[in-house]
């Protein structure tokens, strides 16, 4: 079985801060995929990044970065210098290399506010 | 490109009640799935498609039905609608079945 934790349901910020969102998995599998996505206020949802189990390289993009730790099972989103358009939920999911397409797992997801 | 679209938005049923929610997209996904999002439960998986022709099961498939005739359209059968199928139903493809998803703007679904 496998399993996607965020135990963060909801955050609370101010602007310019920043933070961190955490992400756990359990897999069975060697290989697999992690994504993040956020879902604003308006309700889409939104690919954030994707990130294979072979590359564990932290990734930035903007205020927005990613550290993989496949010794802790772990695949956190920082944002830095947070701003009220980051205000959303945002879900961390796994999908295993083996197996059927139907073995995708999002977390809960962990909302975040940003008070200006 | 439209991406994904999703028909209708907003939906009210009785208990009892069948219809059907509609998914297209137009970038030629294979593979495209239904989700439903419930507060404190995360995306869970109805159904998915990996062609034209070719369905299965997802985690939380009782009560659902689907075909996938065209590779564009992924529709979603209500049997017979019950409260618990209150919820908030994504459609979602990607253009092989580990990539990122294109997710549809959501049907919130009320069943009374």
């Known amino acids: 079985a496998q399993k996607v934790t965020q135990a963060q349901t909801e955050i609370s910020v101010v602007e310019k801060e920043d933070v961190t969102l955490d992400c756990v998995y359990e897999?069975?599998?060697?290989?697999?995929?992690l994504f993040w996505y956020k879902q604003p206020p308006s309700g889409e949802l939104v690919f954030l990044i994707r990130r294979n189990s072979f590359d564990e390289q932290n990734e930035i993009s903007g205020r927005y970065s990613w550290n993989f730790q496949k010794s802790t099972s772990s695949f956190n989103f920082t944002i830095t210098a947070s701003q009220v358009v980051d205000s959303a939920v945002y879900f961390c999911a796994l999908i295993p290399n083996s197996g059927g397409y139907q073995k995708v797992t999002f977390g809960i997801g962990t909302k975040l506010q940003v008070i200006p | 490109n439209a991406g994904v679209t999703q028909t209708p938005k907003f939906q009210v049923l009785k208990t009892g009640q069948s219809m059907t929610l509609q998914c297209a997209q137009d970038?030629?996904?294979?593979?495209m799935s239904w989700y439903r999002q419930d507060p404190g439960m995360g995306l869970r998986l109805i159904h998915y498609?990996?062609?034209?022709?070719?369905?299965d099961q997802g985690e939380v498939p009782n009560g659902y039905n689907v075909s996938r005739s065209t590779t564009e359209d992924f529709p979603l059968r209500l049997l017979s609608a019950a409260p618990s199928q209150t919820s908030v139903y994504f459609c979602?493809?990607?253009?092989?079945?580990?990539?990122?998803?294109?997710f549809g703007p959501g049907t919130r679904l009320t069943v009374l």
């Open positions: 970038m030629n996904h294979e593979y």
């Open positions: 979602a493809s990607s253009y092989l079945p580990r990539d990122e998803q294109f």
């Open positions: 897999t069975r599998d060697t290989t697999y995929y």
């Open positions: 498609s990996v062609g034209a022709g070719i369905t």
